[in-house]
């Protein structure tokens, strides 16, 4: 876990999001939404809103996720580097990808969502625990309810 509060920057470097704490998960989203916005399958780390803070300029995109339900993705004014997502349904929680964090962890997925839309060439995780056909939101808020347990 990081020592104290980290900062990572976009790749202009015109934006940045401070952080602390270790991630409460890794997970990767293999949905048709992450395939067109994302060029593939997302990757991302869990964190509370109170785990991060954004600094600079930044726009907002927001969508309807294959949950049905908005998702607000933030990225860089300036290069316009994906920085996090905020999904309406679990009030809260951020995702920030994986690559804004490259420089502090390795991206070592233990979820995995949306797996009947995985790319043929895309192969399950060695370090997937949990693979859901469907977003497994209601199995994910379980697992995110223990990791805030362990916080306090």
């Known amino acids: 876990m990081p020592s ?4 990572a920057k976009c790749f202009c470097g015109e934006t940045a999001i ?14 048709t939404d992450c395939k067109v916005l994302f060029d593939g399958s ?9 785990d991060v803070e954004l600094s600079g300029a930044f726009q907002t995109f927001s969508y309807k996720g294959g949950s049905g339900n908005l998702l607000n993705l933030t990225f860089c004014s300036s290069c316009g580097m994906n920085v996090c ?8 929680m951020v995702y920030v990808f994986s690559g ?9 997925p233990n979820v995995e969502l949306f797996t009947d839309h995985r790319f043929p060439w895309e192969k399950q995780p060695d370090t997937a625990i949990q693979s859901y056909a469907h977003n497994g939101t209601v ?11 362990q916080r306090e």
């Open 4 to 7: 104290d509060i980290q900062e």
């Open 18 to 31: 401070s952080f602390k704490n270790d991630p409460m998960m890794h997970f990767m989203c293999h949905c």
């Open 42 to 50: 997302s990757k991302m780390f869990v964190y509370t809103e109170l």
């Open 85 to 92: 997502t905020k999904p309406d349904l679990l009030e809260g």
């Open 100 to 108: 804004m964090l490259r420089a502090f962890y390795e991206f070592k």
């Open 139 to 149: 199995e994910r808020i379980g697992e995110l309810l223990e990791n805030l347990d």
